[in-house]
């Protein structure tokens, strides 16, 4: 899995890894060439006293040194700037594919653990690539080349160096193939401490206002000391890997050494052999120590990277369409058909059968009960999900063949807790335009009934909102959503109960200023409260993911006992009045009456 991660995002840098291996090449043929050149100045120069040669070679070895450290200053240089650009394309790859991720993968994964694998997963896979540069093919060459130049110089001795690899090789093998468990469990745990980290800051006042904060102190401290215990286990396996393996090469150095000394004894092997078998050596023992340290944040990197094909071979649920219509033949319709929808994992569907158009110019509110379906269907007319029945058509079209960008650009949504984002109010606004003029975003915010409190904030428009829009209030935060939206100016507006947070004063105003702004598109606007919905031209009453009527305020009244029932049970929670049964007639006007007397002081 890591060399097939490796290798696809490595494609684009060819040239630089091509560059990269001939840079090794130069430097270990230079490197190699050392005490060959050593070994000839010792028998032919030092021990024939030839002083002539010796100043000759030894400028060779000179000007071989030069070229060996420029090679190896480059290497190093265009290894580090290939393993960064690689991960910078790796993190942005795993992005992108988050980015299509619909509302299902999302909570398959979990939004920590796609943080973690975003930054630190892909942090350990180019922390690996960082090192294997510069051994990639520097170290088996100088192995190699080494084993066959020591060849040259005794063959029986250079047995004694198979027996090395065998036995550098399996003390590898015995201690780094039991870390990989263990990595898993440490990236998983990374992820557990993303999560409880993410939660305690975004709650971090209710954690306060519960006094849970020695608890939850105390649950993050059992995730961090889980980790730790991981990390210990794991840092004392891998403290036996250096210790044995140089064990392991000094006992072959003494074993040379000792053979090597018994062999000139007897005369079948020169002084010079001798050095240069050392030297060569000395090399392969540079060379596994080089591989060590690159297989060391192998185990850990193999895990990641497997954690990172996993995200990059999810497919969205929600997939693009392989053509996609680009035009909407009906601009401004919307239209259910049959539309249910039953969420990954669960047993009943919350949506059944959901039959609904609307057209440009029209108004419909969604009224239910918490619980009922009315953000789920919003979000199908969005394709954050796809519906599991029926299907949802917007401008004619089914949304599971139109253009994505088309589908966007269409349908402008103001969920129930809106989202700003780190910057300025400005940036935040020209989310809905990129290009909207300073005084069209005053106009936006005036509409939305913004632009007062605006004008306060230190800066104005360049008043800079924290992530989230955390220093904003919750109504301030709505309504620089609804000015939002409205600087996009789709055909059709979905309302998702985002007037809640507003004072009766302020939503009155901002429905006043909205009208004639949006009275060409299609508005669907969801809410619990009666008095929210009463004038929209048609309500239709979500009840347990039904339809359980359409009609007029007026004509619900009359006819719909589930709306008489919200109506009275909302008036009951105000009013603490529990009369208001009786016939259907009676009690219909009774709440009409009520409602609109109730309207002022909603
Ligand atoms: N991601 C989810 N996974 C599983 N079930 C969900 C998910 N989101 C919502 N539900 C369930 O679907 C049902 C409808 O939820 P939905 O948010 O659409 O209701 P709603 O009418 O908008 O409620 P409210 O007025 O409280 O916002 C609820 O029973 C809820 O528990």
Not at 149 to 157: E, F, G, S, T, W
Not at 185 to 199: A, F, S, T, V
Not at 438 to 454: G, K, S, T, Y
Request: glycine residues 8%.
């Amino acid at each position: 899995m890591l060399l097939c991660l490796l290798r696809i995002h490595l494609r684009p840098h060819r040239r630089s890894v091509a560059l990269l291996g001939l840079l090794q090449l130069v430097q270990i043929l230079a490197t190699l060439a050392l005490p060959t050149l050593g070994a000839a100045v010792i028998d032919n120069g030092v021990v024939r006293a030839d002083s002539g040669y010796i100043t000759r070679t030894g400028l060779a070895m000179l000007a071989v040194a030069l070229v060996q450290i420029a090679a190896s200053v480059a290497a190093v240089a265009l290894g580090a700037r290939t393993a960064m650009a690689m991960g910078r394309d790796l993190r942005s790859a795993v992005f992108r594919r988050v980015l299509d991720f619909s509302a299902r993968e999302v909570g398959r994964f979990g939004t920590p653990s796609l943080m973690t694998r975003t930054v630190n997963d892909v942090q350990q896979v180019q922390v690996l690539a960082l090192s294997a540069f510069g051994v990639v093919v520097s170290a088996p060459l100088m192995c190699l080349g080494s084993i066959a130049l020591a060849l040259q110089q005794d063959v029986p001795l250079s047995l004694l160096l198979v027996a090395l690899m065998v036995a550098v090789g399996m003390s590898f093998g015995l201690i780094l193939g039991r870390t990989d468990p263990f990595y898993a469990r440490m990236q998983k745990q990374l992820d557990r401490i993303n999560g409880l980290l993410r939660e305690r800051i975004t709650g971090v006042r209710v954690v306060r206002a519960f006094v849970r904060d020695a608890h939850e102190g105390a649950r993050f401290g059992r995730t961090n000391s889980e980790l730790r215990d991981i990390s210990l286990r794991v840092g004392r396996l891998l403290a036996t890997v250096i210790p044995l393996v140089l064990l392991v090469l000094n006992a072959f150095m003494a074993a040379v050494v000792w053979f090597g000394a018994h062999r000139i004894d007897a005369g079948a092997m020169r002084f010079g052999a001798l050095s240069a078998f050392l030297s060569y050596l000395t090399l392969i023992t540079m060379s596994v120590v080089m591989v060590t340290f690159v297989c060391l944040p192998m185990p850990r990197a193999r895990v990641s990277a497997e954690r990172i094909q996993q995200v990059l071979a999810t497919e969205p649920s929600v997939a693009a369409p392989s053509e996609p219509y680009a035009r909407c033949p009906q601009p401004g319709q919307l239209s259910l058909y049959g539309a249910g929808f039953r969420y990954p994992g669960a047993k009943e569907p919350v949506l059944h059968g959901i039959d609904l158009s609307v057209r440009p110019g029209e108004t419909v509110a969604i009224l239910g009960s918490t619980g009922s379906g009315k953000t789920t269907l919003l979000n199908l007319v969005l394709r954050h999900f796809d519906a599991t029945d029926g299907a949802v058509h917007v401008g004619g079209v089914d949304v599971r063949t139109l253009d994505a960008a088309v589908l966007r650009r269409t349908v402008g949504f103001v969920p129930q807790r809106p989202y700003l984002f780190s910057g300025t109010v400005a940036s935040n606004l020209r989310f809905g335009d990129p290009d909207a003029t300073d005084d069209e975003l005053w106009h936006a915010l005036e509409i939305a009934q913004a632009r007062d409190f605006v004008r306060l904030l230190p800066g104005g428009l360049n008043a800079p909102l924290t992530q989230g829009g955390t220093n904003v209030s919750g109504g301030q935060r709505q309504r620089l959503a609804i000015a939002r939206t409205l600087l996009r100016r789709p055909d059709i507006y979905l309302f998702d109960d985002c007037f809640s947070a507003l004072d009766h004063a302020t939503d009155a105003a901002l429905r006043a200023a909205l009208e004639p702004e949006i009275s060409r598109a299609t508005v669907v606007t969801v809410a619990q409260r009666v008095s929210t919905v009463r004038r929209a031209g048609r309500i239709v009453v979500l009840d347990a993911g039904r339809v359980a009527a359409t009609g007029t305020h007026e004509e619900l009244l009359r006819t719909s006992t589930t709306y008489r029932e919200i109506a009275r049970s909302q008036l009951t929670a105000i009013t603490g009045d529990h009369d208001g049964t009786g016939t259907d007639a009676a009690a219909a006007t009774t709440l009409q009456e009520a409602v609109h007397g109730l309207d002022g002081q909603l």
